[in-house]
């Protein structure tokens, strides 16, 4: 996480007495992130995270959010599981902001992935997948395809700042990517943002899925393909085929894929590249100065766009 909002001693000591999570010993904000204000959170009840919702995430949409970790948690997914007050209500409000307490997940998240992180991340995913099955209430994916366009309109003046030509790259991309997206493939609750920072390990396994706040109803296999961007290019942007057959077959040894899911991987994964090309490019051009947050390099993605546009098929990735 990021840190936008500050949270003073006081206001959090008034704040924790709506609780019973005993007295505070301990408080401070964690810089890893992006999207929302988290502060780690030590009280006479344990450790806790302390979340303040800022600008991506919808108020109004929170409880969707709330369910889905608590629909996960009760199904032996290891998530985040918000911390109710003394009225029963998870969801509260700190300086002006939505904001919530939710457990602390042990583990630590791999700052440099090895293949061997690959094939549990992917049996996760797909355990994550099953067990969203049952949680009924759908939200749709606020940076799915329909938002990609009106995301580069957003950029369109700075966007060539970052590199000359990139606007039109990306106009291109789009022309490609969004007659081609499939639409019929088996939908259902998805993370849609499980990078290499949301994802804790210990002793090889996964301890831990964090950070549910893109999470919505869309394409199973858009997941997988959001992974394999996020998991499956090395820091010189070279794609490596062993991670991406770690990861699927991982995912597999869950959830089988359909042959309709396998053809449409490229595509499914040019937008997820696009996506957070955009969402980065965004960012670069508008993040608010003195904010603790470090901003991401929209081009990594771009890279990985230009790959997976030179991708025929599923044995582009080793499959
Ligand atoms: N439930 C949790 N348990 C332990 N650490 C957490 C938890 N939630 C967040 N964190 C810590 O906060 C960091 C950022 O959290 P994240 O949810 O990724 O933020 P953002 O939504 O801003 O991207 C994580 O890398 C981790 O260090
Ligand atoms: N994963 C996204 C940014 C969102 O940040 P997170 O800390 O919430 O994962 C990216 O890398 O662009």
Same mark, same amino acid.
């Given at each position: 996480?990021?840190?936008?909002?500050?949270?003073?001693?006081?206001?959090?000591?008034a704040?924790?007495?709506?609780?019973?999570? #005993?007295?505070l010993?301990?408080f401070?904000?964690?810089? /890893? #992130?992006?999207?929302?204000?988290?502060?780690?959170?030590?009280?006479?009840?344990?450790d806790?995270?302390?979340?303040?919702?800022?600008?991506?995430?919808?108020?109004?949409?929170?409880?969707?959010f709330?369910?889905?970790?608590?629909?996960?948690?009760?199904?032996?997914?290891?998530?985040?599981?918000?911390?109710?007050?003394?009225?029963? /209500?998870?969801?509260?409000?700190?300086n002006?902001?939505?904001?919530?307490?939710?457990?602390f997940?042990?583990?630590? %998240?791999?700052?440099?992935?090895?293949?061997?992180?690959?094939?549990?991340?992917?049996?996760?995913?797909?355990?994550?997948?099953?067990?969203?099955?049952d949680?009924?209430?759908?939200?749709?994916?606020?940076l799915?395809?329909?938002? %990609?366009?009106?995301?580069?309109?957003?950029?369109?003046? #700075?966007g060539?700042?970052?590199?000359?030509?990139?606007?039109?790259?990306l106009?291109?991309?789009?022309?490609?990517?969004l007659?081609?997206?499939?639409?019929?493939?088996?939908?259902?609750?998805?993370?849609?943002?499980?990078?290499?920072?949301?994802?804790?390990?210990?002793?090889?396994?996964?301890?831990?899925?964090?950070?549910?706040?893109?999470?919505?109803?869309?394409?199973?296999?858009?997941?997988?393909?959001?992974?394999?961007?996020?998991?499956?290019?090395?820091?010189?942007?070279?794609?490596?085929?062993?991670?991406?057959?770690?990861?699927?077959?991982?995912?597999?040894?869950?959830?089988?894929?359909?042959?309709?899911?396998?053809?449409?991987?490229?595509?499914?994964?040019?937008?997820?590249?696009?996506?957070?090309?955009?969402?980065?490019?965004?960012?670069?051009?508008?993040?608010?100065?003195?904010?603790?947050?470090?901003?991401?390099?929209?081009?990594?993605?771009?890279?990985?766009?230009?790959?997976h546009?030179?991708?025929?098929?599923?044995?582009?990735?080793?499959?």
């Amino acid at each position: 996480m990021a840190v936008y909002t500050d949270v003073s001693d006081e206001a959090l000591t008034a704040f924790l007495r709506d609780y019973d999570l #005993g007295g505070l010993v301990a408080f401070r904000g964690i810089a /890893e #992130g992006v999207e929302n204000s988290n502060f780690s959170l030590r009280t006479g009840a344990g450790d806790f995270i302390l979340t303040l919702y800022e600008k991506r995430v919808d108020p109004g949409e929170l409880p969707w959010f709330i369910g889905l970790m608590r629909h996960l948690a009760a199904r032996n997914v290891s998530c985040p599981l918000p911390v109710a007050g003394r009225d029963g /209500e998870p969801l509260r409000v700190l300086n002006n902001r939505p904001a919530a307490i939710t457990t602390f997940l042990p583990g630590v %998240w791999p700052r440099r992935v090895r293949p061997d992180h690959c094939r549990p991340l992917g049996e996760a995913l797909a355990r994550l997948h099953l067990a969203g099955r049952d949680y009924p209430p759908e939200r749709r994916n606020a940076l799915g395809p329909d938002s %990609w366009r009106p995301l580069l309109d957003r950029s369109r003046d #700075g966007g060539d700042a970052v590199q000359p030509g990139l606007v039109a790259e990306l106009d291109q991309a789009l022309d490609r990517i969004l007659p081609a997206w499939p639409r019929a493939l088996p939908r259902g609750q998805i993370h849609a943002d499980l990078f290499p920072d949301n994802v804790f390990f210990l002793q090889r396994e996964v301890s831990g899925l964090i950070d549910f706040y893109f999470a919505c109803t869309d394409l199973l296999a858009y997941d997988l393909a959001v992974c394999v961007n996020a998991w499956c290019f090395e820091a010189d942007g070279q794609f490596n085929v062993t991670k991406a057959r770690a990861l699927v077959a991982g995912y597999e040894s869950v959830r089988p894929l359909g042959p309709e899911e396998r053809d449409a991987l490229p595509v499914l994964a040019q937008g997820s590249a696009i996506r957070f090309a955009l969402t980065r490019l965004f960012d670069w051009l508008n993040t608010p100065p003195g904010a603790m947050v470090t901003r991401k390099d929209p081009m990594d993605y771009v890279r990985r766009l230009r790959f997976h546009l030179a991708v025929d098929g599923p044995e582009g990735y080793g499959l």
